[in-house]
């Protein structure tokens, strides 16, 4: 074996390495990316959209929600946790951009306010129908003066 033989060798070694290397950091690459993309879908649907306020961060389309998505993601590929996000945005929008907010003093309104209305509501019902009712029941009533 003379050198420009193995020579030819090594290089066609060379070559078949960094076309491995490209070929797995490419697909290492995209399962990342997939991955991230996944996260990011699943931690995004449980966040309320700061503009449309019906729809989740993830489903929106508005300026507003694309900017603060690719923040989280951001955030994501620096290595932040879905707690220190969560944080961030709390800290930053307040506990309105959780679909589900903590329990606190602040928010007991959002927890409550449901079931209050709920409440005032069968209050007013029951006034309305009870008067009705009292009115039906005399009309019901025999005449006491009446033919027997």
């Known amino acids: 074996m003379n050198f420009r033989h193995i020579w030819h060798v090594v290089r066609l070694w060379c070559a078949l390495a960094a076309i491995l290397f490209i070929a797995t950091s490419g697909v290492s690459r995209a399962a990342t990316d997939a991955a991230l993309a996944d996260r990011l879908h699943r931690f995004t649907q449980d966040l309320r959209c700061l503009v449309c306020q019906n729809e989740s961060l993830a489903d929106s389309r508005a300026p507003l929600a694309l900017d603060l998505k690719r923040e989280i993601r951001q955030k994501m590929e620096q290595g932040d946790s879905d707690a220190q996000i969560r944080d961030f945005l709390r800290q930053r929008y307040g506990d309105f951009v959780n679909y589900n907010p903590p329990v606190s003093a602040r928010t007991l309104l959002l927890w409550v306010g449901p079931l209050l209305l709920l409440v005032a509501g069968a209050v007013v019902v029951w006034q309305a ?20």
């Open 129 to 148: 129908v009870r008067p009705r009712q009292a009115q039906d029941g005399a009309d019901d009533s025999p005449d006491p003066g009446g033919d027997a």
